[in-house]
Structures are given as C-alpha cells and as structure tokens.
C-alpha cells in the first residue's frame, strides 16, 4: 500500500534499537514531510486537488507561497484557505483516493524506526504543519497512533477556511503535543529542518536530525543530535527557491 517498500531491520539504526525494549507510555514522535519521506503531501496534494478541479482555489497559490517564503508557519496556516467551502468528509475522501494514487519517496531508516518503537509499545504520532486530513491515511498503512497537524475550523462540518487551535508548526509543534498528551514523556523525536528544534527538543532519548540542510546540521551537531545526511539526489522543496 502507498508503495511502501519491504521492511528491512538491517536498516534500523542501533541508536533506535538501544532504546528500553519496553517503550510503553512513551511517545516516538515523527515530522511527516522529509522526514518519513522525500516528498512535499501537503503541496502535492493541494497542487492534485486544483488541477482535477475538486477545489477552485488555484488562484490562492501565488500568495501561498509568498507567504511562505516569508514565514513559514503563517504559510502552513495559510493553505487551509485551499479548502474554503469543501466538508471535512469530502476532502477526508478525496486525500485516500490521492494516497491511493500517488507513491511517496519513502526514507526506509526512518520507516525500519516506526516499526520498532511500534512493535515495541512506543505511542507513534506525526506530528506537521500540513493539514491534519491530508496525512491521516497513513494511519491505514502504518502503526501510527495519531496524526497532529494542522486543525481546519469547521462550521457544522464545512470548512471555513481557518485555522483552529494550536498552530502546529515551529514552537507550536512542541506545545501541541504538550496539549494532547498532557505528563507523557518523550523517548524519540526526529524531524529534518529548524522549525522542528522544539519538538524534538521534547525528547530525553533519541533526537534526530534528518537530511538536514547546513544549518540545522550545524545546529543538531552543536546539541549532539544524531543526524542522517542528506544524499547527494536530494532536491529542497521548490517552493523554497
């Protein structure tokens, strides 16, 4: 499914297998895009959504990433307004017939470490900045707990546009997790740029830096993070140049 590839233990880093074989009432937490995969879903999908016509936004996209250059948190934010207008059900409905369509570039290092800490008894959770619907079918494919992302306000269940909450994204990733799993203690973090310091600052085990540009690099190395160097195919987000 999604085009997963076929597990592989022999990828598993031994710092991951080094943790308590019992991770009960712990939380592993992973960032979603180039983290678990190469990929951008949130842009992706949101690109899917206007070519196919199932939303009429596409006129948003300029001031997107405008935005988002500038800042991206309020750009994150930002692209809930794609969806102005569509029910909750409706665009839930059309992000599994995407995740159906489309492969992702999976990282197999970062996947071999969702399935130890799951078999494990960690509590996985995706923690992003996309919206939270667009990643929640991987709750079907993986041994994911729960997906934080994002949250659209809903009038009686259409989406206005807004967000909702905390907005999930640099600081406010950390805070949010904080929130929803009130005392419960933090054993691996891994995310692959700075706007996921704090949430993987959250962690008293494994803190990982992955495909890292040179300043998160730089920044993992200071504080002792482990790190997965970024191969020399790796291409950054579009949007960013």
């Known amino acids: 499914m999604y085009g997963l590839p076929l597990k592989n233990s022999k990828l598993l880093p031994d710092f991951v297998r080094a943790l308590p074989a019992d ?11 180039g983290t678990l995969w190469r990929n951008d879903v949130a842009d992706d999908f949101c690109c899917w959504m206007i070519r196919t016509g199932r939303i009429q936004t596409g006129s948003l996209w300029p001031e997107y990433l405008r935005i988002y250059k500038e800042n991206c948190s309020l750009g994150c934010q930002y692209m809930l307004r794609f969806y102005k207008g569509l029910s909750r059900d409706a665009l839930l409905a059309c992000c599994r017939e995407w995740w159906r369509l489309h492969d992702r570039q999976w990282i197999p290092e970062l996947l071999e470490s969702l399935y130890w800490l799951h078999d494990h008894h ?17 709750c079907d494919a993986l041994p994911v707990h729960s997906v934080i992302g994002m949250d659209f306000e809903l009038d009686e269940g259409v989406i206005t546009g807004n967000h909702k909450g905390i907005s999930c994204a640099e600081q406010g990733k950390a805070l949010k997790v904080q929130a ?22 959250l962690s008293t085990g494994v803190r990982w830096a992955v495909y890292p540009d040179d300043a998160f690099r730089h920044l993992a190395e200071a504080k002792g993070w482990q790190i997965l160097p970024r191969p020399s195919d790796f291409v950054e987000e579009l949007k960013l140049r």
């Open 23 to 33: 991770g009960a009432g712990q939380l592993a937490l992973f960032d979603a895009d």
């Open 122 to 138: 960690y509590i996985c959770v995706v923690v992003t900045g996309s919206p939270t619907e667009t990643l929640m079918p991987l």
């Open 180 to 201: 929803l799993f009130k005392g419960i203690p933090v054993a691996f973090a891994a995310g692959n740029g700075i706007l996921d310091t704090a949430m993987i600052e």
